[in-house]
């Protein structure tokens, strides 16, 4: 490949001389634009698209020569025979790097330079205007102004600097987090103090979503328990959803509670039933759910709220959590014993006294 270009040789060139002889040497030749040689693609690396029909073209077009740097075809070569006019050779540039231009996005137009080369003439300019540098063959050797000129418009440093611009433009911006602007993670890690109103919400959240302690649940079971048929529209839906997942058993052993606002039947008639028949070996009820169903709120709720008049008279009552039984089960039995007979004190005393004995 020359890097030279000898302005004694340009007469009677043909548009393959023109290439070889003063455009590849403009382009890559170290004292001329010095652009890469492998940057530099000849028209069959390009697709062919329709253009400047006046000019007489009614097939694909091609440039002669593109730079590509960094991804983009910044400049746009057309070489002509010495007959043609570097005009039309510009014009064509022109169309094809608007075409380009064309596939991206508004403000963003890679393809800026532009160089018709005709063997005596040579025009150079921008995709967006009309040429801006016009010079003779003859004259483009180093150290002229001509060509110093034409290096300062499209040299190397100038096209890819050019190159690199439109790189940034199209690379994804950095995505910052909403908490990287107020201080990342050391505001994540920051402990913020409670709120005014914590230091009286937070017992009264204790008291009433704990069930440690029995005195919380006949308070809840009092003012804040809503019975089955009570229900919102909404809760009957979300209820349906949960049975169908639950495998109930249904027979003459198994019963589904139905707590109303004044009573629980199916519990009621047990209890009904044991006193009157009075069985010798005794009854074992167990009521039975998943964990945090409100078993023991309702067996609560039963015994202060739920239970008939007539049959508290003759009921009596025992709580016994195993929850905070001991670790060791040698002494298990009279733990048992005595937490019965504390809690069996405390019920009866309650103004709500009954009986019976609940196992949580």
């Known amino acids: 490949m020359e890097t030279h270009i000898d302005p004694d040789a340009l007469a009677g060139l043909s548009e393959a001389d023109v290439e070889q002889r003063i455009a590849l040497p403009l382009l890559t030749g170290p004292a001329y634009l010095a652009l890469p040689p492998d940057s530099l693609h000849a028209k069959e690396y390009l697709a062919p698209t329709i253009l400047d029909k006046r000019a007489?073209?009614?097939?694909?077009?091609?440039?002669?020569?593109?730079?590509?740097?960094?991804?983009?075809?910044?400049l746009i070569v057309e070489v002509k025979a010495p007959e043609v006019s570097a005009e039309t050779g510009y014009r064509e540039a022109s169309l094809y790097a608007r075409h380009i231009n064309q596939q991206y996005p508004s403000g963003l137009n890679p393809t800026r330079f532009l160089l018709s080369i005709n063997g005596e003439d040579l025009l150079f300019g921008y995709s967006d205007s009309a040429p801006t540098l016009s010079a003779k063959v003859a004259d483009l050797c180093p150290g002229t102004s001509a060509l110093e000129a034409l290096i300062a418009a499209c040299g190397r440093s100038v096209i890819e600097a050019y190159a690199k611009e439109c790189l940034r433009a199209v690379r994804t911006q950095p995505?910052?987090?909403?908490?990287?602007?107020?201080?990342?993670?050391?505001?994540?890690?920051a402990k913020k103090p409670l709120n005014?109103?914590?230091?009286?919400?937070?017992?009264?959240?204790?008291?009433?979503?704990?069930?440690?302690?029995?005195?919380?649940?006949?308070?809840?079971a009092a003012r804040a328990y809503v019975s089955s048929s009570e229900i919102t529209e909404y809760d009957r839906v979300l209820e349906a959803l949960l049975k169908d997942r639950l495998n109930v058993r249904?027979?003459?052993?198994?019963?589904?509670?139905?707590?109303?606002?004044?009573?629980?039947?199916?519990?009621?008639?047990?209890?009904?039933?044991?006193?009157?028949?009075?069985?010798?070996?005794?009854?074992?009820?167990?009521?039975?759910?998943?964990?945090?169903?409100?078993?023991?709120?309702?067996?609560?709720?039963?015994?202060?709220?739920?239970?008939?008049?007539?049959?508290?008279?003759?009921?009596?009552?025992?709580?016994?959590?195993?929850?905070?039984?001991?670790?060791?089960?040698?002494?298990s039995e009279r733990w048992l014993c005595s937490t019965f007979i504390d809690s069996f004190s405390t019920e009866k005393a309650h103004p709500f006294a009954s009986g019976a004995i609940n196992i949580l």
Do not use: M
């Not at 077009?61 to 991804?71: R, T, V």
């Not at 995505?175 to 050391?186: D, E, F, K």
């Not at 109103?197 to 005195?215: G, I, K």
């Not at 009854?283 to 759910?289: A, D, P, S």
């Open 175 to 189: 995505v910052s987090r909403p908490y990287n602007l107020i201080g990342g993670q050391a505001l994540l890690n």
């Open 250 to 331: 249904r027979d003459t052993v198994v019963e589904p509670l139905t707590p109303t606002r004044h009573g629980e039947p199916h519990v009621s008639k047990a209890i009904e039933d044991f006193r009157t028949q009075r069985p010798s070996h005794g009854q074992l009820q167990i009521v039975q759910g998943g964990v945090g169903t409100g078993k023991s709120l309702f067996v609560r709720r039963y015994k202060e709220l739920l239970q008939p008049r007539e049959q508290a008279a003759h009921t009596f009552w025992a709580f016994v959590d195993f929850n905070p039984s001991p670790a060791n089960l040698s002494g």
């Open 196 to 220: 005014t109103f914590a230091a009286d919400l937070s017992p009264v959240l204790r008291r009433y979503f704990s069930s440690a302690n029995q005195d919380n649940i006949r308070e809840i």
């Open 56 to 74: 007489g073209k009614t097939s694909g077009y091609y440039p002669d020569f593109s730079c590509w740097l960094h991804g983009f075809a910044t």
